[in-house]
């Protein structure tokens, strides 16, 4: 199709002639390099937690804190605070997550036009980064696809608080594989193009929950 | 009900030339753009802002050295071995299910990136604000193929429907009021009721876009980090438009220079701590996007990466600018840099302005052109300071600066230009006590004709007039140092005084 | 630390710069008359002229060599230097490395070395070598300070500047806003991109004005040359003054009038 095959060669050519003085080890470099920033965290899983809450309402995130065993109970307040009916879940949620009482449009290859339809989505979340308040999603089967937790304008996540780590490097430390794809969310969507004002739900959901399972005690 | 001062400093008005082949040279564009004193008010708000948030979080940081330092290591050695890297990526990328394409120059980019939009039939593409697009000006070759290109982020719809030009790397509307994206989004979105309110303005913009999110199959976007290991791409942002097009068309083409690759996944985690400080003053921008190759069922499941050299191979061989390759584009340079904040963007004459425009562009023009953006600062070096890598931008301007004088030394016009004359001359002056002295002489009594009553000099001619436009000069004392010690040492003369 | 006076067996060899030495002689008298104060033996080598700052941060890279080589040859045997300028010092610190890296010869390299930790802004010799806060020092006014961005940036001179100022009696000294952000001055960016050098003065201009104090000083005369010429071109009722001629200044010997 293209003629990149001599691209190719010519800019792997040039790129080796401007580099030629350079170490041919790279995987011994790569393992010389110092990082001397924090790599782990200091702090005990109550204050990551609170430090998470406190991120996320700075940027106006609804969270709440359950026990384990009033989950599905805390997600079915949630639910009926946000005046909402119809909600999207991921394939894997468990069903224990889905209270009666609201129809629910589980995603087995729902097309854009019916996930417009929804109001809300529910999903679990890989992990939580406490400093900058993010939520990890790595679209495993109760994250879902990408695009359910995109298109309505309403996200209730759930995430374990045994799952809450300080730092974003203790993030990667526990990511024994890259994933495949991820979203990272540290805020609603905004913009500050006009004037720096910031303006927030430009495009995807203006309306993120966050329920904490504390799963574990400090 | 118009105004014409106002019009006429409105965003378009004189559209802004972003073609370095073809920009005026730095201090002549400047000249223009200094009088548009709203333009300058929207700079220096919007970087005050940015900066403002990025001190305080930088503040907070303990172990921000520490991130700099392992971040420009990083990308030192990415450089070194960036053959090795680019070629993982393909590898792994391609095993994922993409397809990896190499363009030498804008041309063989463009060229490609057509060639796959004619084979998809597209007649409308949805893009990600990406400055390497505009670095190879892909959109004019879009419409000509007659294709509609859509831009997705808020600032660049403002400045494709106000027909304008990107000024700032992360916000390339700075230089825009409200006002006048009321103006623009009245006429071009045809809502003349809007209001200047931004919640306003944003929402327009948000009807505006969802529907071309839900209905055009093919998408165009740049990367933040192109990830070897994994051959993931990893873009970074603000709204959502990303996520968008990320997820709902059928195809993505990415663009990337050669130099956005990183090591591995792990590395991200030095690379994110210090974009979104830099680039938006956060500590993580809102969102932020991973992918490799296609995943079935989930996104795009046509997939291409066009890798760009455009001149990155040659700076790459030069010892001392190879350093211009590690910027991470997040723009916190030219939101601190104190001649910036006078012009903004647009006199640079390039998509990428301020100090990092200053040494990339030049380099990637080979020193044909934009020669006077390497002299567009004061070397106060405040973009050193907070270059989240550590690229050395003052010595880098120097050593251009030195190219670009060399490439003068062979060149006829040299005997015309009254600098270079000058510095020949201060030279041979320098190079002998006794010249000097006698330049001292015959620069203190030449320029008693200039010296008023007051004792100071508040016109000269020629390069002097440069300096007395603005500002006076004290006459030159009628004792030089020097002469002061030989008189004070001499027998007879006051010592201790 | 006080002021002294006792016999410190110092010598400092002065190198006033060709900027100094033309436009701002006093400057230099000043430092002779602090550091003889201080019973520092000052020296001053007539051979001298230009560091090549000029030069090379106008692309003029050979000649800026042959001026820094002139330099080298001239101070090989120096105690100390000591220099008035934090911008030159700058040039000897970061750029002469490169220099005599790329141009020079293996003795010229390591005369360099040799010299360079030798080579001290007026400062930082007050505070690091002498270990003087108090130069004992009198000057009754309101003073601003702007902080050269080579001083700042690439000596890194940090409180030297405020803590000697803090002892001067009889001053006052008024924060300025925004005093790490550059003046525009820049060396030949002031005339070769003039229009913005003067609208980085105009921005520069408000936070000094804003202080309202007497004297605008600073570590760099050129800094000083453009603010100053800017108060003088407005008929301000401020003017510039070098920390140097602070510091000389005592009851005895105030400030010398400047023309």
Known sequence: MSSSGGSREEILGRIRRATESAVPDPAASYAALQRYYVRVGRVGVDERVALMIERMREYDAEVVETAPESLPETIAAQLAASGRHTFVAPEGLPATWMPAGFEWMIDRGLSTGEIEKADGVVTAAFCGIADSGTIVLHHSAAEGRRVISLLPDWHLCVLRASDVVETLPEYFARCTKAPGLATYISGPSATADIEMTRIKGVHGPRFLHLIFVRDERA | MSNPVLEGQSAGASHPILDPVKAPPFPEAAFTILRNTQLRKNVAHATDVIQGKRNKLVEEKADWQELRAAGSALRNHVLENLGHYLEQFEERCTAAGGVVHWARDADEARAIILEILRQEQATEVIKIKTMTSAEIQLNPAIEAAGIKAFETDLAEIILQLGEDEPSHIVVPALHVNRTQVREIFARRMNRPELTDDPTELTGAARSFLREKFLRVPTAISGANFLIAETGSVVIVESEGNGRMCLTLPRTMITLAGIEKVIPRFQDLEIMLQVLARSATGERMNPYSSLWTGVTPGDGPQRFHVVLLDNGRSEILGKERERQTLKCIRCGACMNTCPVYRQTGGHAYGSVYAGPIGAILTPQLMRLEHAQTLPYASSLCGACYDVCPVKINIPEILIDLRAKVTDKEREEERRFFDPMYLGMIVANFLFASPRRFRLAQRMGRFGLRLFTRKDGWIHSLPSIGARWTMTRDLRGLPRETFREWWAGRAAPGGKRGR | ?259
């Open chain 3, 1 to 259: 630390m006080a002021f002294c006076n006792n016999d410190l067996s110092m010598r400092a060899s002065l190198f006033i710069t060709c900027y100094n030495d033309t436009l701002y002689p006093e400057t230099g008298r000043a430092v002779v008359r602090l550091l003889e104060r201080l019973g520092v033996e000052v020296e001053f080598r007539p051979a001298q002229t230009c560091c090549g700052q000029m030069h090379a941060n106008t692309g003029f890279r050979a000649e800026a060599y042959s001026q820094a080589k002139r330099f080298v040859r001239l101070y090989r045997d120096a105690e100390t230097v000591v220099i008035p300028s934090s911008s030159c010092v700058a040039m000897i610190r970061d750029q002469y490395p490169g220099l005599f890296e790329e141009l020079g010869n293996e003795e010229l390299r390591r005369d360099f070395a040799a010299l360079l930790p030798r080579v001290h802004e007026l400062s930082e010799f007050l505070i690091d070598t002498v270990a003087v806060e108090d130069v004992g020092a009198y000057f009754p006014h309101r003073v601003t300070y702007h902080a050269s961005c080579h001083g700042l940036r690439a000596l890194h001179l940090g409180d030297r500047p405020f803590r000697l100022l803090a002892k001067v009696r009889g001053l006052e000294q008024v924060p300025l806003a925004n005093l790490d952000r550059c003046c525009g001055f820049g060396g030949t960016f002031s005339v070769k991109n003039a229009e913005v050098s003067s609208a980085m003065l105009s921005t520069k201009l408000m936070d000094v004005l804003s202080t309202r104090a007497e004297y605008c000083t600073a570590l760099d005369n050129s800094c000083l040359m453009h603010i100053g010429g800017a108060l003088h071109r407005q008929f301000a009722a401020m003017r510039t003054v070098h920390l140097a001629e602070i510091l000389a200044s005592t009851e005895a010997t105030p400030l010398e009038a400047s023309l």
